[in-house]
C-alpha cells in the first residue's frame, strides 16, 4: 500500500488542533513534492476578507502596543516551549509539503525556536540613545515604538521560519501579524499559527487576532501590499516579486523588508582546505535541492587547485542520493512543482549553448510517482554569461577558473543579486580583502563556510536585487518600530537650537 502524505498532513493538522474548515473543502489545491500527492484543498481570502482581517489587527494593535515589552516577551517564550513541544511534527509536516529531508525540516522549526529565545531577550533591550543637546537644561533621546500592522508574505522553501523571524520580533516590538504565506505552503502556516494560538491561550490576556492567517494567491498578497492599514511589509520571494511589491508600499509610504533573489558564490582560493571547501560546496549547492535563497549558484576556483577540487566535485554530484528523503536517507529531495524542474532544464540547455560543460541535471525517477526529482548539475563554463547571471531555484552549481584575485572578487559582485557569498582561504590578506569595502558586496560575507544555514542571530538578508532588508538578529528590530526624538528641557528660559533669536 502506499503511503498517503495527505492523511499524514490531515493528521498532524488535526492534532495541533487546527479547524478543518480551513483545509478542506475549498478550490486551492496544494500537493506534496515528494510524490505529487493532493494533500488539501483549501477556502482562499478575498481582498474583502483581508481588508477585514486588517480591521482587526489595527484593533489589536491599540492594546498590544500598551503592554510593556517584556510582557510581550512572555508570550514569544510561551511561543518557543510550544514549538520545542510541537517541533517533531511542524518539522515532518515541513518535509510533507516543502520535500526537505527530515533534518533540513527540524533544522527549520530548530530557527523558529531560536529567533523566540532571541527575541525574549530582545524584548528587555527595545533601547534609544540619550544624546548630547547643544542647548542648557536639556536631555535629548530616541524612544522606540510599536509600528504598526505587520504584513508578511513568504516562500515555499522556507515556509515557516521566515514567518517566525517576522512575527518573534514583530511581537515583542508590540505589533500585529497577518500573514500570507505561499499557495504551496499554507498546511505549515495554518499548523504554525495553530502552535501560535496554544501560546496565546496559556498566555491568557493578549487581544484577539494579533496572529492572523490569510490563505490564497496574488490577489489576497496584493490586498495586504496595498492596504494603507498594514504599516510594514515583509515579502520573501523572486526579484520579479520585490519590484512588484517595492514600489507599490512605497507609493503609499509603507516600510517593506525585501528579501529577494541570490545567486551566491564561492571563491576557492589556492591555499583553500579543500576537503573542507568540498563539503561546504556540496551543502551549500545541493542542499535543499538547490532551493535556499542562500543556496551557493557559482563556484570560482583557483587555477592552481581547479583539477584537485572539481574532478572531486563532479564525483559527489554524480553519487549523492537523489529521492524521497522520508523514505530513504536522500540528501537531495524533490524540486517544488514540474515548472522548477522545467525552469531547471531550461538554464542546462541555455548553459550548454553558451559552451557549458554539464554533468547531472537529468531526471531520477522515484517510484511510480509524480514528485520531480532531478540529479544536481554541475556546469563547468568558461565564462560568466547566460543563466549564471541569474538565480534559478534548481540545484545548479557554475563552476568557472580564476587566476587573479582582483578580478575575481570583481566578477564575483558582477551579478543583480547581493545576498551571500564565501571564500575558502587560509590567506588573512585575500579573506581580508574580501570582507573589506572593495570585497563582497553581499549582505552575507563567510569564511571557510559556504552561503547557506546562517544562524538568526545575524542580520539576514542582502543588497542591490536581493532587496537591502534585513531580518531576524543584530539590530534588524528596528525596521519593525518607529523611532521618535524626544527633547526635554527642564529649565527656566528657553534658548533656541541654532542661536535662532526670535523674541516676543
Ligand atoms: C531562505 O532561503 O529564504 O541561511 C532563508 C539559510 C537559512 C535561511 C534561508 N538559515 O540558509
Not at 540613545?129 to 537644561?137: K, N, S, Y
Not at 525552469?343 to 550548454?352: D, F, G, P, S, V
Not at 524626544?486 to 526670535?502: C, D, I, K, M, W
Request: aromatic letters at 6%.
Amino acid at each position: 500500500m502506499t503511503r498517503s502524505y495527505a492523511a499524514e498532513a490531515t493528521a498532524i493538522l488535526n492534532h495541533l488542533g487546527v479547524d478543518p474548515a480551513r483545509h478542506t473543502g475549498g478550490t486551492m489545491a496544494v500537493f506534496t513534492p515528494l510524490t505529487g500527492e493532493q494533500t488539501a484543498s483549501l477556502p482562499t481570502d478575498t481582498a474583502g476578507s483581508v481588508a477585514d482581517a486588517v480591521t482587526r489587527a489595527q484593533a489589536a494593535f491599540r492594546d498590544w502596543r500598551r503592554v510593556p515589552a517584556p510582557r510581550r516577551g512572555e508570550l514569544v517564550r510561551l511561543f518557543g516551549e510550544e514549538l520545542r513541544a510541537a517541533k517533531d511534527e511542524l518539522g515532518r509536516l515541513v518535509s510533507i509539503e516543502a520535500g526537505k529531508s527530515p533534518s533540513e525540516g527540524a533544522g527549520e522549526v530548530q530557527e523558529m525556536i531560536d529567533i523566540c529565545d532571541f527575541a525574549v531577550g530582545l524584548s528587555r533591550q527595545l533601547y534609544g540613545l540619550t544624546i548630547a543637546t547643544e542647548r542648557p537644561d536639556h536631555r535629548m533621546m530616541e524612544t522606540w515604538h510599536p509600528l504598526g500592522v505587520v504584513g508578511v508574505i513568504s516562500a515555499f522553501n522556507f515556509p515557516v521560519a521566515v514567518w517566525s523571524w517576522n512575527t518573534a520580533l514583530a511581537l515583542v516590538c508590540g505589533n500585529p501579524v497577518i500573514w500570507k504565506p505561499s499557495e504551496k505552503t499554507p498546511l505549515t502556516a495554518l499548523a504554525s499559527q495553530a502552535i501560535l494560538d496554544r501560546a496565546l491561550a496559556r498566555f491568557g490576556s493578549a487581544p484577539a487576532h494579533l496572529a492572523q492567517v490569510v490563505i490564497g494567491g496574488r490577489d489576497v498578497g496584493e490586498a495586504l501590499v496595498d492596504h494603507p492599514g498594514v504599516a510594514l511589509v515583509s515579502a520573501t520571494g523572486s526579484t520579479r516579486m520585490g519590484r512588484s511589491v517595492g514600489p507599490r508600499v512605497a507609493a503609499r509610504f509603507g516600510r517593506t523588508i525585501l528579501e529577494l533573489g541570490g545567486n551566491n558564490a564561492g571563491i576557492v582560493c589556492p591555499s583553500a582546505d579543500l576537503d573542507m571547501a568540498l563539503r561546504a560546496i556540496a551543502f551549500g549547492a545541493m542542499g535543499t535541492a538547490g532551493q535556499r535563497c542562500t543556496t551557493m549558484r557559482r563556484l570560482f576556483v583557483h587555477d592552481s587547485v581547479y583539477d584537485a577540487l572539481v574532478p572531486r566535485l563532479v564525483k559527489a554530484y554524480a553519487s549523492v542520493s537523489v529521492g524521497n528523503p522520508l523514505e530513504t536517507a536522500a540528501l537531495v529531495g524533490p524540486l517544488i512543482d514540474g515548472a522548477a524542474f522545467d525552469a531547471m532544464q531550461a538554464a542546462l540547455a541555455a548553459a550548454k549553448a553558451a559552451g557549458g560543460t554539464v554533468h547531472g541535471g537529468d531526471r531520477v525517477t522515484v517510484g511510480t510517482d509524480a514528485g520531480q526529482y532531478a540529479r544536481p548539475a554541475l556546469v563547468e563554463m568558461p565564462t560568466q554569461v547566460g543563466p549564471v547571471l541569474e538565480e534559478t531555484f534548481a540545484p545548479i552549481l557554475y563552476v568557472m577558473r580564476y587566476t587573479d584575485f582582483d578580478a575575481v572578487v570583481e566578477d564575483h559582485n558582477a551579478v543583480g543579486a547581493g545576498l551571500s557569498s564565501s571564500i575558502f582561504t587560509l590567506d588573512m590578506r585575500e579573506m581580508e580583502q574580501f570582507l573589506s569595502a572593495a570585497g563582497s558586496d553581499c549582505g552575507i560575507a563567510n569564511v571557510n563556510i559556504g552561503t547557506s544555514g546562517a544562524e538568526i542571530g545575524g542580520a539576514f538578508g542582502g543588497e542591490k536585487e536581493t532587496g537591502g532588508g534585513r531580518e531576524s538578529g543584530s539590530d534588524a528590530w528596528k525596521a519593525y518600530m518607529r523611532r521618535a526624538t524626544n527633547t526635554v528641557n527642564y529649565g527656566r528660559s528657553l534658548p533656541l537650537a541654532q542661536g535662532v533669536v526670535f523674541d516676543i
